[in-house]
């Protein structure tokens, strides 16, 4: 009787809605987001996420997951910014959900390179790495267009050049370091300045 007892409560937790979609994985309200974005978010992302600053990343038509993992890397301390620590400790985990949902849901700008010579450089590398050097190709994690994999990888497409060079240089230097299994920083490792600027610039423009 008792192992049929567990095994009856096991399957009616299984069934229940809680233990089928764990709290951390239910989709957010992009309704409830639009309010907080409005007010700790639009002023560096923009109000739709495409962001006015090229520093600060734009995160429209990001991966929600993408874009609820690095708000909880922020407040755990994984990822450091003195800004998007403060910002994201105000966050419960709900509202970090509902942001996420909020800016996922909205379209991206075009992005433009505006060095040509520069961006075709990017696109070698982009799209076939280099083999002297280890670096790996990166549409074989984030997609020939750029578009990502949602969940494992970022959406990159149009995002900001000086951005996307920040970012892997910090990679480079260990300074960010929430990456699993150390695989951006392997990659940003093997990069020379001039094949970050480049890869930055062809993205920046990938549409």
Known sequence: MKHLATAAF?????????AAQPDAARAGDASKGQTIAAGVCAACHGA????????????????AEYLVKQLQNYKSGERKNPMMTGI???????????????????????????????????RALYRGGNGAS?????SGCHSPNGAGIPVQYPRLKGQHGEYTA???????????????ASMMRGVAARMSDAEIAAVAEYISGLK
């Open 10 to 18: 096991a399957a009616a937790l299984a069934a229940s809605p809680a």
């Open 48 to 63: 739709d996420g495409n962001s006015p600053i090229p520093t600060n990343p734009n995160l429209a038509g990001q991966h």
């Open 88 to 122: 994201a400790a105000t966050l419960s985990d709900t509202d970090v959900r509902d942001v996420a949902a909020y800016y996922a849901g909205q379209g991206p700008r075009p992005g433009l390179a505006r060095d040509a010579k520069l961006a075709s450089a990017g």
């Open 134 to 138: 280890g670096v790996a190709a990166c």
């Open 166 to 180: 920040a970012q892997l240089k910090a990679f480079r230097s260990g300074e960010r370091a929430n990456d699993p």
